[in-house]
């Protein structure tokens, strides 16, 4: 079992920036993939970017230029550092962990955290 404690999450201007981080613990021997989803209401769960322990990333076109996500496989944490933020990146964000490497690409995560908060006001 894998347990994701997300934090970071609030409440920004359009234009802002915010840090999430997700810090893992539990099986952590398991995990390769780890990834960051959010979800809107009214609409379903995407996935915004993910990593591999060995650094290869994935990102969500709406978001590329302007999210980086990283790791610190030391720490069993990876952040995802959100500039330019934008109205329409208001959601509930929520950090993913998986053992298999293509879940980075196929967006198919096992381990869940309970979700952060962010909202982007105009």
């Known amino acids: 079992q894998v347990q994701l404690v997300e934090s970071g999450g609030g409440l920004v201007q359009a234009g802002g920036s915010l840090r999430l981080s997700c810090a893992a613990s539990?099986?952590?021997?398991?995990?390769?993939?780890m990834g960051w989803f959010r979800q809107a209401p009214g609409k379903q769960r995407e996935l915004v970017a993910a990593?591999?322990?060995?650094?290869?990333?994935n990102y969500a076109d709406s978001v590329k230029g302007r999210f980086t996500i990283s790791r610190d496989n030391a720490k069993n944490t990876t952040y995802l550092q959100m500039n330019s933020l934008k109205p329409e990146d208001t959601a509930v964000y929520y950090c993913?962990?998986?053992?298999?490497?293509?879940?980075?690409?196929?967006?198919?995560?096992?381990?869940w955290g309970q979700g952060t908060q962010v909202t982007v006001s105009s």
């Open positions: 539990g099986s952590i021997f398991r995990i390769n993939a």
């Open positions: 990593i591999t322990s060995g650094g290869s990333t």
């Open positions: 993913a962990a998986d053992a298999r490497r293509l879940s980075y690409i196929t967006g198919n995560f096992g381990s």
